[in-house]
């Protein structure tokens, strides 16, 4: 498996505090994705990283990378009650040639209540 | 702006009984397209990934086949449903070669009894 030990987790948190969430690989990767999915919907890219960068920011959400340790994060400022979802890291695993293979990670349900 | 629909929203169907799900992306010529199936409460799994029209690689075997049998279509099926094939099944696209972010329809529910 791609991934470390890591099943879907799940975190609770009230409006306005801040959350991070992690997730650790274990081949080689030049980017990180992290998805976000909503109850019955298909998942969204909400954030990309890649090797060369070591953080990334976007709105409220900010990602990590550490290639050294082969670990990924995403972190919300002042959670919002729509920002509950769950939140996948996924990395590019493909085989090489035309097979852009996404692997994704276990997710974190992420609650936040008012 | 590109758009997909999967279709149906959701199925009920019988240990034993065929399947056919499909999945159709406008505005976007000579897409990748890809299915993935989700266990509920669990990880996306790649199932099928398609390049062109008529060729699609199998990544996992789960008694399941997919088909492209147009430039905006694909298409999941089997013959027989198993227990094992509840879940959620996404069809997802990809600019092109090096582009790895995925844009996801909606899915179908499949609950199989």
């Known amino acids: 498996s791609q991934w470390g030990e890591e099943n879907l987790q799940a975190l609770s948190i009230q409006e306005g505090e801040d959350v991070t969430m992690n997730c650790s690989y274990k081949t080689y990767t030049t980017v990180v994705h992290w998805y976000r999915q909503d109850s019955g919907r298909g998942p969204a890219l909400i954030i990309l990283?890649?090797?060369?960068?070591r953080e990334k920011r976007s709105g409220r959400l900010r990602a990590t990378l550490d290639t050294s340790s082969q670990s990924s994060s995403l972190s919300i400022t002042a959670a919002q009650c729509e920002d509950t979802a769950v939140y996948f890291c996924a990395t590019d695993t493909g085989s090489g040639g035309s097979n852009y293979k996404l692997t994704f990670g276990k997710g974190t349900l992420l609650t936040v209540t008012p | 702006a590109q758009t997909i629909h999967q279709w149906p929203v959701a199925e009920i169907k019988a240990v034993g009984s065929p399947l056919s799900l499909g999945c159709t992306i406008k505005?976007?010529?000579?897409?990748?397209l890809y299915w993935y199936w989700q266990a509920t409460g669990g990880t996306l799994q790649q199932l099928f990934y398609s390049i062109t029209v008529g060729q699609v690689e199998s990544v996992v075997q789960l008694n399941l086949s997919a088909s492209r049998p147009k430039d905006d279509q694909f298409i999941l099926s089997t013959e027989k449903l198993l227990l094992s094939h509840s879940g959620f099944y996404l069809c997802?696209?990809?600019?092109?070669?090096?582009?790895?972010?995925?844009?996801f329809g909606a899915g179908t529910r499949l609950s199989v009894l």
């Open positions: 997802a696209w990809s600019l092109f070669w090096g582009q790895n972010t995925l844009y």
């Open positions: 505005g976007k010529s000579s897409p990748n």
């Open positions: 990283i890649r090797s060369n960068e």
